[in-house]
């Protein structure tokens, strides 16, 4: 009883109110994901071809210019059936954070950064991407923490 | 029950997010294509000047852009601005077009 008093008084907000800021970064992290995917699928040539570009990958740019978008999307589906949802977040944050470690990769090691982005990340320089990456990631991460800790008060 | 139609709301919704953000990026690119004739120009690497790339509607490719902050890699104009133009300050004529990132072409 003690324990449940003291966890109710971290956890201030209400399983209702965690239940909606979480559904609302599931949101968040679907729309990311789903124009990205779209952006990928409609210009395929282009990220294809500025993929063919980065030494690293050259040989393997086609498989990875349709793996990322049906990964992506993937991830969408996952994230939008509730019964998936966490899986959805973990995938997710597994796919952001390959990106980013793609991201720190070329800004070591490329010779020159291609620029293909969309919707507000067009804006960022590649130091921003990381940052806007590692914030939707931290978002993910709150999110599975907040179900999870909400699971836990209802399990006691 | 009351939990079977908040999950339907909530895939509703999400559907409705994921139809949003496919439309915006759709009306997106619908913008990108021009039917006027415009002047493209590409900027150089030291993110000083802007030079002649090519004249028509179709823009040209931004694949072989290279990162940086300056400024577009590649703009386009309804009027012609001559074989190059000083970045700043920008010409008086409206840009009709921009590349999607910032960035040059070596």
Known sequence: MERTIIRKNIFQLTDSAKEWIVY????????????AAYGKV?????FSEGLSKVSFIKGTAIYIAWFVPVAELLVVVLLII??????GFYCFITLI?????????????????????????????????????????ALAVFALWLGRAKEKIKKQ | MKKLSLNI???????????????????????????????????????????????????PSSVNCT?????????GFEEDQGAAFSRLPAPSDPRTYQSASNGYLP
């Open chain 1, 24 to 35: 609302g970064i599931c949101i968040l992290c679907l729309a990311l994901f789903a124009s």
């Open chain 1, 42 to 46: 409609v210009d395929h040539e282009t």
């Open chain 1, 82 to 87: 509730p019964g998936t949802q966490r899986l």
């Open chain 1, 97 to 137: 954070a390959v990106f980013t470690g793609y991201i720190v990769a070329m800004m070591l090691w490329a010779e020159h950064l291609p620029c293909r982005c969309s919707l507000i990340i067009e804006k960022l320089s590649w130091e921003g991407h990381i940052w806007f990456n590692t914030g939707f990631m």
């Open chain 2, 9 to 59: 709301k909530k895939i509703a919704l999400s559907l409705l997010v994921v139809g949003l953000a496919v439309g915006t990026q759709a009306f997106k690119n619908a913008e990108k294509v021009n039917d006027v004739t415009t002047y493209y120009y590409k900027l150089n690497s030291s993110g000083t000047t802007y030079t002649f790339m090519n004249s028509g509607t179709i823009p």
């Open chain 2, 67 to 75: 990162s940086g902050i300056v400024d577009k890699c590649i703009v």
